[in-house]
T-cell receptor, first 114, second 114 residues
């Protein structure tokens, strides 16, 4: 079975500071890894994903993540936080059971201080 | 525009009543999903459907039922057997998830039991 652990339910950064949201996964098969963002009272939208190939993945709004197989990690980073980045972020994994079951982490709420 | 439409956005239910949440997609996706979101618990899979006339239980299917009579529609019924139904419900769809394709989400439906 696959699982995802997001370290820190809340992260607070100052505007302009580095954003680092941590995600570790467990998988017995090569994983597909995703980061989604959710704004209040809305659905989720994809930030970026890793399927195969280059382990450093770039997404929308200046975010990127690196797949590290040896560390079973897929941490999300952004060099400089903006107020509009305040949202909830979810890491997810799939690939097991033919990819039809995507498992989500508990989420990390990002606060950005002016 | 293509997308996923969930209705209603807000729904209040009396204890002992069944309610049905609608989900319609015009993305021509084969796979559809229902997730439940509770604070601090991330998204939990209720049911998923790979093709028309087929669906599978997710991790928390007890007290819920679904149907998939048409490719574009995947309604979720919350029955009176669901002991704690107050939550945010998200419908999603994708194509070829076995290749790590992106899951697209609707805007969600809030269900409150009064």
């Amino acid at each position: 079975a696959q699982s995802v652990t997001q370290l820190g339910s809340h992260v607070s950064v100052s505007e302009g500071a580095l954003v680092l949201l941590r995600c570790n996964y467990s998988s017995s098969v090569p994983p597909y890894l995703f980061w989604y963002v959710q704004y209040p009272n809305q659905g989720l939208q994809l930030l970026l994903k890793y399927t195969t190939g280059a382990t450093l993945v770039k997404g929308i709004n200046g975010f990127e993540a690196e797949f590290k197989k040896s560390e079973t990690s897929f941490h999300l980073t952004k060099p400089s936080a903006h107020m509009s980045d305040a949202a909830e972020y979810f890491c997810a994994v799939s690939g097991d059971t033919g990819g039809f079951k995507t498992i989500f982490g508990a989420g990390t709420r990002l606060f950005v201080k002016a | 525009d293509g997308g996923i439409t969930q209705s209603p956005k807000y729904l209040f239910r009396k204890e002992g009543q069944n309610v049905t949440l609608s989900c319609e997609q015009n993305l021509n996706h084969d796979a559809m999903y229902w997730y439940r979101q509770d604070p601090g618990q991330g998204l939990r899979l209720i049911y998923y459907s790979q093709i028309v006339n087929d669906f599978q239980k997710g991790d928390i299917a007890e007290g819920y039922s679904v149907s998939r009579e048409k490719k574009e529609s995947f309604p979720l019924t919350v029955t009176s057997a669901q002991k704690n139904p107050t939550a945010f419900y998200l419908c999603a769809s994708t194509t070829r998830p076995e290749f790590g394709n992106t899951i697209y989400f609707g805007e969600g439906s809030w269900l409150t039991v009064v």
